[in-house]
Nanobody, 114 residues
Framework: VQLQAFGRGLVQAWGFLRLSCGAS????????MAWYRQAPGKDRELVAS???????TYENSVKGRFTIFRDNYADAVYLQMNNLKPEDTAVYYC?????????WGQGTLVTVSS
């Protein structure tokens, strides 16, 4: 499995940013996908997930602001982030589970200035 995330950026509070993650070497449509983030000095946390069937879940602090969606033709998963807050500053990782093991993309830095 290879996961590669794109979309790092510096945005102002209340701005927006879209992250994308391309997957290769898997039958993408069959995999659940997720976005995690890790802020400085904090543990990595689940931000949003989407099943192979399109069901989504969100961490409470991003509900109503972030949207996870997937394009199975492009083998990609996206995270649309609106109304960004400084506390959203973190390195964001896309992830999936392949053959019982968690797989991670390389991480992309999102910085939200106040």
């Amino acid at each position: 499995v290879q996961l590669q995330a794109f979309g790092r950026g510096l945005v102002q509070a209340w701005g927006f940013l879209r992250l994308s993650c391309g997957a290769s070497r898997i039958m993408f449509s069959a995999y659940d996908m997720a976005w995690y983030r890790q802020a400085p000095g904090k543990d990595r946390e689940l931000v949003a997930s989407i099943t192979s069937g399109g069901e989504t879940t969100y961490e409470n602090s991003v509900k109503g602001r972030f949207t996870i969606f997937r394009d199975n033709y492009a083998d990609a998963v996206y995270l649309q982030m609106n109304n960004l807050k400084p506390e959203d500053t973190a390195v964001y990782y896309c992830s999936t589970v392949d053959r019982g093991r968690k797989r991670w993309g390389q991480g992309t830095l999102v910085t939200v200035s106040s």
